[in-house]
């Protein structure tokens, strides 16, 4: 398998469930945009990938300088996250091969271990469908009746929180994500047009603590696991306070 490896970061979204002015991307988490958390904290794990950040072609909050890699590319994001994701193959199509490792992160999930980066990377490098950052239901699930009250309690035997990264072969990411379009199926992660052509990806488990910021009250979360994480003994390639900007 090549060992090339690219990352998507969709990054077009409003955040209108932040309620908040600016985009959440923007919005200041320890001191910094979130975004400079999450950029740096995938650029830790592979300094040398090559980087796609997918905007809103209209963003004027966005600097350059945030990014710390050497090889990246600005592209125009979608209406929906599957639609930034299929821009992003789409404009490295020239340049990637069909079996070069794509790996999608959400700009809004800066809390992610450069451990488990590293943890996914090694479990996809051999593995033909990919696979995804996982973390096993803990809680007692609820099922509503749709006017507020419970109908039934789920079994969560067997359910996983669905994280990221993601990651799958170019070839075979941009051929799920074309024929989810054409079935006009909502697509609200990459694996997930991977499972719709009969595909099973590999769960890898991760940290509980890969926070995905969606609510106000997740940025103060997300501060304080931050603050606990520089607080830890790094493993190899894990960047301390001082180092994460």
């Known amino acids: 398998m090549s060992e090339r490896l690219w990352l998507v970061v969709p990054a077009a979204g409003r955040g209108r469930r932040m309620g908040a002015e600016r985009p959440k991307q923007y919005l200041e988490l320890a001191g910094r945009p979130l975004m400079v958390h999450t950029l740096a904290r995938l650029h830790a794990a592979f300094p040398g990938a090559r980087l796609v950040l997918c905007l809103d072609s209209a963003d004027s909050d966005f600097d350059s300088a945030w990014v710390p890699f050497a090889d990246w590319r600005r592209v125009d994001g979608g209406t929906q996250r599957a639609d930034s994701v299929a821009n992003a193959l789409a404009a490295i199509g020239a340049e ?67 994280l990221t990264p993601q990651g799958f072969r170019y070839g075979l990411l941009r051929r799920a994500l074309a024929a989810a379009c054409e079935r006009d199926m909502a697509v609200t992660d990459e694996a997930s047009a991977i499972e719709a052509l009969g595909l099973s990806p590999r769960l890898v488990c991760g940290r509980r603590d890969n926070l995905k910021i969606t609510h ?20 190899a390639g894990e960047p301390t306070a001082k180092e994460t900007p």
């Open 96 to 162: 990637a091969r069909q079996d070069d490792l794509v790996l999608v992160h959400d700009v809004a999930r800066p809390c992610v271990s450069v451990a488990d980066l590293h943890r996914l990377h090694a479990c996809l490098v051999d593995e033909p469908v990919g696979g995804l950052l996982a973390a096993p239901v803990a809680d007692t699930m609820k099922r509503d009746d749709g006017t507020g009250r419970v109908a039934a309690t789920e079994s969560r035997s067997g359910l996983w929180h669905a």
């Open 216 to 235: 106000p009250e997740d940025l103060a979360l997300a501060e304080r696991i931050l603050a606990a994480q520089w607080g830890e003994a790094p493993t």
